[in-house]
């Protein structure tokens, strides 16, 4: 099976079936997900109200609701475009002849942690809203939801993977993923704490391949 890459990746957000948006509908969306973006950076997630969102884009709490249920459904919706960016960089580079296995976990370690400002802001929009979900029954389900859609598309990459590179998981392959990620969210979170102890991929470089080493082994 072919190795989704970036011309293959459909946002985890989008339903079989749902109707197509017009393009001027869709530059209004993108448009209040950028403002909103740009705003949560500023003020946090709990700080950054509609108002704000809507004064950013210059539009009207209108167009706000005729795009977005709520907030949680508009950072819902950045952090799915995030998540399959990244998947699909991923994918891009998994697709690439001749990778070796140590050359791709380094890839995907450049890639998680490039770009560091922009990955700082997203860490922390996600870990404020992943309190938000704890606390909010409503929001826990629609995060879980969504966690669980990008999962299913990052459990298909991984079984290609494993299967390009002759390895058979020892392990489910959503347990792996879902280790893999909090290596990397780890990782990522402890350099934003103590920069200087912790180098941006160190410890993703130090646990990734320990990981990857007890969760397969050879194929047959």
Do not use: K
Not at 98 to 118: A, C, K, N, S, Y
């Amino acid at each position: 099976m072919p190795i989704a890459t970036s011309r293959d990746v459909t946002p985890a957000t989008a339903r079989p079936g749902a109707p197509r948006r017009t393009a001027r509908r869709e530059a209004t969306r993108q448009r209040l997900l950028t403002a909103a973006a740009d705003v949560f950076a500023e003020r946090g997630f709990h700080g950054a109200s509609v108002e704000d969102i809507c004064e950013r884009a210059e539009f009207t709490r209108g167009a706000f609701y005729s795009n977005f249920g709520s907030r949680d459904e508009l950072v819902l919706e950045l952090y799915a475009q995030h998540a399959t960016r990244l998947q699909a960089a991923v994918g891009d580079l998994a697709a690439q002849p001749g990778l070796t296995l140590d050359e791709l976990l380094e890839g995907v370690i450049r890639v998680w942690t490039g770009q560091p400002e922009e990955r700082r802001r997203w860490h922390l929009l996600i870990s404020e809203f992943a309190l938000h979900a704890l606390r909010d029954p409503a929001a826990r389900t629609a995060y879980a939801d969504l966690q669980r859609a990008l999962r299913r598309d990052l459990v298909a990459l991984v079984d290609q993977i494993a299967s390009a590179h002759g390895l058979t998981l020892t392990l489910p392959t959503e347990d792996t993923v879902r280790m893999i990620t909090i290596v990397l969210q780890g990782g990522l979170g402890q350099h934003l704490l103590e920069p200087r102890a912790v180098p941006a991929g160190t410890l993703e470089r130090e646990f990734l391949p320990l990981l990857i080493a007890a969760a397969t082994r050879p194929g047959r």
